[in-house]
T-cell receptor, first 111, second 115 residues
Framework: DVKVTQSSRYLVKRTGEKVFLECVQD?????MFWYRQDPGLGLRLIYF???????EKGDIPEGYSVSREKKERFSLILESASTNQTSMYLC??????????FGDGTRLSIL | AQTVTQSQPEMSVQEAETVTLSCTYD???????LFWYKQPPSRQMILVIR??????QNATENRFSVNFQKAAKSFSLKISDSQLGDAAMYFC????????????FGTGTSLTVIP
């Protein structure tokens, strides 16, 4: 079974902090994704990556950056956290033609 | 970008009954993939069922089946013999082989199962 592991289930940070969310997958998938999930808005794509060191902006990249130095790891970075970034963050991975597999999610609160 | 619409924010079903969740999508492509995902209150999103657009036969996974109407761009999920464990948020998703790596999700349908 594919396993996608997110480093934290719950995280509390302060406004202005730099925040790192880590995601690791164990199935050698080419593609990795970061979403945020808010009630009534579904999943919104922040960034995705289709190869090491490659990244593409999704629908809401502002205030975020990503890093993919190794194939199995995809990091989401909040450069200067703000309260409107309080949300559930989901990481996913997929092969070229397969479905996405998701991690457990990180519930991030910015105070 | 492709759009995926789930017009039912909330649905409920009596235990052991059948419920259908609707999903429509907008695309000009002829080859694509469609998925239904389930997100229980514990939060992890899991794949329920998938359908390749080139296949005319509707996909089935145990109590879950789809009604794929390609011309109408409709992809509904039928849950038979509903169980308490089916209570969850359900998301419909579209994937294009052309854009390759992007998935497009609907806003979800929250399903309640009544004992």
């Amino acid at each position: 079974d594919v396993k996608v592991t997110q480093s934290s289930r719950y995280l509390v940070k302060r406004t202005g902090e730099k925040v790192f969310l880590e995601c690791v997958q164990d199935m050698d998938h080419e593609n990795m994704f970061w979403y945020r999930q808010d009630p009534g808005l579904g999943l919104r794509l922040i960034y995705f990556s289709y190869d090491v060191k490659m990244k593409e902006k999704g629908d809401i990249p502002e205030g975020y950056s990503v890093s993919r130095e190794k194939k199995e790891r995809f990091s989401l970075i909040l450069e200067s956290a703000s309260t409107n970034q309080t949300s559930m963050y989901l990481c996913a991975s997929s092969s070229q033609r397969g479905p996405q597999h998701f991690g457990d999610g990180t519930r991030l609160s910015i105070l | 970008a492709q759009t995926v619409t789930q017009s039912q924010p909330e649905m409920s079903v009596q235990e052991a009954e059948t419920v259908t969740l609707s999903c429509t999508y907008d695309t000009s492509e002829s080859d694509y993939y469609l998925f239904w995902y389930k997100q229980p209150p514990s939060r992890q999103m899991i794949l329920v069922i998938r359908q390749e657009a080139y296949k005319q036969q509707n996909a089935t996974e145990n109590r879950f089946s789809v009604n794929f109407q390609k011309a109408a761009k409709s992809f509904s999920l039928k849950i038979s013999d509903s169980q308490l464990g089916d209570a969850a948020m359900y998301f419909c998703a579209y994937r294009s082989p052309l854009t390759g790596n992007q998935f497009y999700f609907g806003t979800g349908t929250s399903l309640t199962v009544i004992p």
